[in-house]
């Protein structure tokens, strides 16, 4: 019983915090489970020897564990200042208030919630990569902790100076492509965006003629113009542009020129 506690502790207070150690214990339990129900069952009917022996040796460990870590602290002090520098950086890009919880199923929960609620289309792989980010990316803590936040539409999500281009490219992007440095995963977003502009034909955007579904079609996206212009302006500060159309309003002259073209090709 005692060495079961010792487990339980550990993960709460270890073992959860830690996206690799998380992702061991998660790929392993269903070897490791079993064998705490076998081991609590045999504490449970087993003799008073055998119950006395394993709190006894679960009270055992602990104390050497919290040593070895305790010494671990103080012996490792480039370690320490590296960890009390990024600590730092993170206070002062991300409020305490709007910190993230420590534990890894917590922080996936919240994007996995978020992703079924705006419809983003993340695979639960992406979804442990955004996470085992967080960890050591402070912009992409700041971009999961967007999440946690309530929204009117997925559009007030959109309003950030900060990153609304990978935002909306993961909103309109059915398949996406995410990676735990966030300088790479712009010039994803800027390769994405450049290569449905470089094939779309906006000679006559901003006319009544002009179809978004066109694109949406063509490239399985879900583009609307909000998400549409936001990606154009995107491209745009990054050095990438594309002549859009000008607007052309319609009269009651051209409706009369057009008709009489209808006119003329029927009766030739």
Known sequence: MGIIIFLVIWYFFVGRNRPKTFEKVKKNKNKWIPLLIVLF???????????????GFGALIMPFYLIYRFLRFIFSPKNSQKQQTTRSERNQAIPKAEQLPSAVPKRIRIVEKFNRQYELNLTSGQIQTIVDASYISTDWELFLSS?????????????????????????????????????????????????????????????????????????????????????????????????????????????????????????S
């Open 41 to 55: 069952l045999f504490s449970i009917v087993g003799s008073g020897d055998i119950f006395v022996f394993t709190i």
């Open 147 to 267: 999440l946690t936040k309530e929204y009117a539409t997925v559009h007030q999500w959109f309003k950030t100076p900060a990153n609304s281009w990978l935002r909306v490219y993961l909103r309109v992007f059915n398949t996406q492509t995410i990676s735990p440095d966030m300088a790479q995963q712009k010039q994803i977003c800027i390769d994405s965006f450049h290569q449905i502009f470089q094939y779309a034909d906006l000679s006559s955007y901003n006319t009544p003629a002009w179809d978004i579904r066109d694109i949406n079609n063509k490239f399985m996206t879900n583009f609307d113009d909000t998400t549409f212009m936001l990606a154009y302006r995107f491209l745009e500060a990054n050095g990438i542009q594309y002549p859009l159309g000008k607007v052309k309003i319609l009269s009651a002259d051209n409706e009369l020129e057009q008709l009489k073209e209808k006119y003329a090709r029927q009766t």
